[in-house]
């Protein structure tokens, strides 16, 4: 990659005439010859645009020895004394005779920012870091789902407030059941003969196998079982030299010339591509077993009572008879109800047994611990 350098010459503006487009090389206006002076736009050149994909000047090269001289004598200074331009290697100034002092301004060679460096060469396709987009997956899912975590950290924030029981609601159930013959069936490779034993108050009950009969084959599952192997195919696309492009960059001098780079390097076009390989094929088959028709006992509901009361109303149960091959299955439920926060929150404490139910009455006062989610963490009488 042989690299090619020319100067390109810049051009100023005579604030003094008007006169535009005057050669960098000239320090003081061709047409009223007043020097070109450090005072705001005057101190800057112009260069011709450049190509927008190598970057290349469209400027012209310089040729004549004299300008290429000038280009390479060093960033301009300014005289601290009448404001004159001066080439770089130049210790006196050329409008007023006087030398170069510390305090005299100048100006810089530096980079061009507004050309792209050249590109280095490409390294090959790297293969994918499937840790790294597990990374980035991961990520993704953490942002998306962020909402949720931060409010479900708030909603476990608790805080002490004051409240007041504003209901007590209590709910009781008595289910009868019987053990009752039935007729179910089972796959005969589990089933194993067993006789049954009646319950005794309600318990000590054995449901029992008997009578395994009628059995017929049936699907109970599938199972994935190789059927060949087939070809896949997927169409993708990759990086592959094409060439090589023209990519430039420049260097301005200071002094209304610039010094460009141009070389060349490589170039990357997108090919597409079939990825193929051969993967197993798989299909599912039927598995059958046998399954039979057996007797056996279950525990059915025949009737069912409820009971329900609020606000110091005290619980009680149903009434409901049993006979001596059924069972009695009770099941209760209490709520209380509380306001807090000055009665703008509401929530609820459901206490599991009647003692824990009965220690509150509508309209107590009280003393809780309280969620931001409503979720009681400690409540007391106050």
């Not at 013959?181 to 003969?193: C, I, K, M, S």
């Not at 299909?283 to 509901?301: A, I, M």
Request: proline share 6%; charged share 30%.
């Amino acid at each position: 990659m042989a690299k090619r350098i020319r100067i390109i010459e810049g051009t100023w503006n005579c604030t003094s005439c008007d006169t535009k487009n005057i050669p960098a090389r000239h320090k003081k206006c061709p047409t009223c010859n007043n020097p070109r002076e450090l005072t705001g736009k005057e101190s800057e050149f112009q260069f011709a645009g450049e190509d927008a994909a190598t970057g290349r000047s469209l400027g012209e090269s310089v040729t004549d020895e004299r300008a290429l001289e000038m280009a390479n004598a060093g960033a301009d200074w300014f005289c601290a004394y009448c404001g004159a331009s001066n080439r770089g290697d130049q210790p006196i100034c050329k409008n007023c005779k006087a030398e170069r002092t510390d305090d005299s301004k100048a100006l810089q060679e530096e980079e061009d920012p507004g050309l792209p460096p050249p590109r280095p060469q490409a390294p090959p396709p790297k293969k994918r870091s499937w840790g790294k987009i597990a990374l980035g997956l991961f990520g993704g899912m953490f942002f998306c789902c962020g909402g949720t975590i931060l409010y479900s950290i708030w909603s476990a924030i608790p805080h002490d407030t004051t409240g007041e029981i504003t209901g007590t609601e209590w709910k009781r159930s008595i289910a009868q059941e019987r053990f009752t013959p039935v007729t179910e069936e089972g796959w005969q490779d589990e089933l194993r003969l067993e006789s049954p034993r009646m319950p005794v108050n309600g318990s000590g009950e054995v449901a029992g196998v008997q009578n395994i009969r009628s059995c017929v084959s049936r699907q109970r599952t599938t199972r994935k079982v190789a059927d060949g192997t087939q070809r896949v195919c997927e169409n993708k696309t990759r990086k592959t030299q094409c060439g090589t492009e023209e990519k430039c960059r420049t260097r301005n001098k200071g002094n209304g010339f610039k010094e460009e780079i141009c070389e060349d390097v490589p170039k990357y076009c997108s090919e597409s591509y079939e990825d193929c390989h051969t993967e197993t094929r798989y299909r599912n088959e039927p598995v059958y077993s046998q399954k039979c028709s057996y007797d056996t006992y279950l525990w059915k509901e025949l009737a069912k009572r409820e009971l329900s009361g609020r606000d110091g109303e005290p619980p009680r149960w149903p009434e409901l008879v049993a006979g001596p091959a059924d069972r009695l299955k009770r099941a209760e439920q209490y709520v209380i109800h509380v306001a807090y926060d000055k009665g703008e929150e509401k929530t609820k404490l459901e206490p599991k047994t009647e003692q824990e139910y009965l220690v509150w009455k509508k309209g107590q006062q009280v003393a809780l611990t309280v969620t931001n989610g409503g979720e009681i963490k400690k409540i007391e009488p106050r």
